[in-house]
């Protein structure tokens, strides 16, 4: 079964619109952490936020914000005012407290942000 | 601040060919990792070492796949008799060593087996 999904293949946006990014993961740890990483056409995965379980505070960064709730296992990353420079294929991760060094990746979600 | 490293970036090799990849992970992080990345999906986790102990294997990882981190510092990956099946993108990340850590990526060695 899949650990993560982001069931968004792909969505395209007009600059200046928020666009919101889902992500939905699967465990019976209590213990785990996720992740967001980006990944431009370089190639070169870029971290972005790592949130653990026993925090559920929503966080901000810049632009970009974090929603986290374990009632739904969903922890959706949203990028407001979007820019040319954000589009990429975004991917959410899980590890968890039985091995934390295998992280399981969602198969990502290409935004492209259009002029 | 140097990131992790990866070489070479691009590999075009025929089928049955043997090919290295090798990856210099962030200086003061113990932990290295490899995943492999198909089109249109997310990195699939291969192997992890802890210094130069390889400390997991994913069963993704045939006989024909080999890993090592001789010195605990770099780590090379090797795949012998290549099948087109092995054409992907190959990233290398690092981690620190205090529990649960983040790992932190190369740009990648993407493969094509012809």
């Known amino acids: 079964a899949q650990k993560v999904t982001q069931a968004q293949t792909e969505i395209s946006v007009v600059e200046k619109e928020d666009v919101t990014l889902d992500c939905v993961y699967e465990t019976r740890d209590t213990t785990y952490y996720l992740f967001w990483y980006k990944q431009p056409p370089s190639g070169e995965l870029v971290f972005l936020i790592r949130?653990?379980?026993?925090?559920?505070q929503n966080e901000i960064s810049g632009r970009y914000s974090w929603n986290f709730q374990k009632s739904t296992s969903s922890f959706n990353f949203t990028i407001t005012a979007s820019q040319v420079v954000d589009s990429a294929v975004y991917f959410c991760?899980?590890?968890?407290?039985?091995?934390?060094?295998?992280?399981?990746f969602g198969s990502g979600t290409k935004l492209n942000v259009k002029p | 601040d140097t990131g992790v490293s990866q070489n070479p970036r691009h590999k075009i090799t025929k089928r049955g060919q043997n090919v290295t990849f090798r990856c210099d992970p962030i200086s003061e992080h113990n932990r290295l990792y490899w995943y492999r990345q198909t089109l249109g999906q997310g990195p699939e986790f291969l192997t992890y070492?802890?210094?130069?102990?390889?400390?997991?294997k994913s069963r993704l990882l045939s006989d024909r796949f080999s890993a090592e981190r001789p010195k605990g510092s770099f780590s090379t990956l090797e795949i012998q008799r290549t099948e087109q099946g092995d054409s992907a993108m190959y990233l290398c990340?690092?981690?620190?060593?205090?529990?649960?850590?983040?790992?932190?990526f190369g740009p990648g060695t993407r493969l094509l087996v012809l």
């Open positions: 070492f802890q210094n130069e102990a390889q400390l997991e």
């Open positions: 949130r653990n379980s026993f925090d559920e």
């Open positions: 991760a899980l590890s968890e407290a039985g091995n934390f060094n295998k992280f399981y």
């Open positions: 990340a690092s981690s620190g060593n205090r529990g649960a850590e983040t790992q932190y």
